[in-house]
């Protein structure tokens, strides 16, 4: 079924640019502003060597609300359903975007209306998305502002016999899966990072999801902490809840060279310590930061252990959890000095956020002027 532009799948890896009159003027009839994008529903890896994203910007004319170009501040982001991996880069290469396509901030006139800009992503070499069979969820973070996200089945070519009584066989024989460890680990003593409930800490979503909250003005100080709190109700996979190691998984780690061992462990096809003696789940939830002014996204990927009972026998097993770190103490953390960044939080289907904090400079707050945008 054709996507939010009503491309057909031969669109999208041929010419979609053919199409771009007919798109435009119905997303002008419907009035619509923003960004929408597409891409294929199922990508055949043998046939296939790109995962093309499709997209339209419809900006305004008069550079209302300080709109951000797609070329110059999008991120591409996509999240595995199966293993929850997140990868995010921006969309477009410096040297490609080009010059600014509609009128920056603040200059006259005050134009009315929109324009309309056609743009494609190569999303597998944008992302260096891995070629092998899997499901991912993607779509451009723009600033303050969240494209619609799409699903793409990666799959092998086209499938030979499948025998029912082999591939029961091979399910039932299929290695467990283990969490990865709690990351980053909190520090004897010091209160972050933190996976318990906090005063300050956001309510539990009613449903599946994440809530954010951070400080939104921060003066850009050396004891300056950006700390982002969270707090998560999500679906929980079987290879994020914590297990007693299969005795043939250690002889089959010893039996290893370092390499080897380490992916996996990285796979989570080998039992490790979780971390947290408590912990019943370890779940992955992923931030990603992008800056008004430094659009390069801030990735860090967090290893959050859940304390509440799962049951891992019920249909939807759900956990439930928070955290709390400080952004500012991660690698990479200090791009966040001196702009206004928004943070968004992604765990396989769940895009949240974002939540916006400027750190600029007290120098500037004492003469009332903005410093961070």
Known sequence: MPGPLGLAEADLWGDPRAREDVIIDRLIDEGFLGV??????????????????VG???????????????RLAAVACASALETREVRAALAFAPADAGPPSF????????????????????????????????????????????TNRVTVKLEPGAPG?????????????????????????????????SYRPRPDSPPLPEGPGIALAVERLL????DAQVVVRGSFRLPVLEREVVKPADPADAALVDAMDERARAELLADGAAWQDPGDPEATAVLPITLVATGAERPAPL????????????????????????FALDLLKVDGGE?????????????GEVLAGPAAVAVVDPRVIGRGGGGAR
């Open 36 to 53: 929408a994008v597409e891409a294929p529903a199922r990508v055949a890896l043998g046939a296939r060597a790109t995962l093309p994203l």
């Open 299 to 322: 990735v860090v990927r967090l290893q959050v252990p859940v304390h509440a009972p799962i049951d891992p026998t019920a249909d939807a097993p759900e956990a439930t959890g928070h």
């Open 161 to 193: 016999f499948v025998d029912p009584a082999v591939a029961a066989l091979a399910t039932a024989r299929r290695r467990p899966r283990y969490p990865q460890p709690v990351w980053p680990r909190p520090a004897p003593g010091t209160p972050l990072p």
């Open 335 to 347: 791009r966040l000095r001196g702009q206004t960044s928004f943070i968004y939080a992604l765990c």
């Open 56 to 70: 339209v910007e419809a900006a305004p004319l008069s550079g209302a609300g300080g709109w951000a170009p797609v």
């Open 219 to 222: 003066e850009d100080t050396d």
């Open 103 to 146: 009128p920056p901030e603040g200059d006259p006139p005050a134009l009315e209306g929109a324009q309309y800009e056609m743009f494609e992503v190569d999303l597998r070499a944008r992302l260096r998305l891995p070629w092998r069979p899997g499901t991912w969820v993607a779509g451009l973070l723009v600033r303050e502002q969240a």
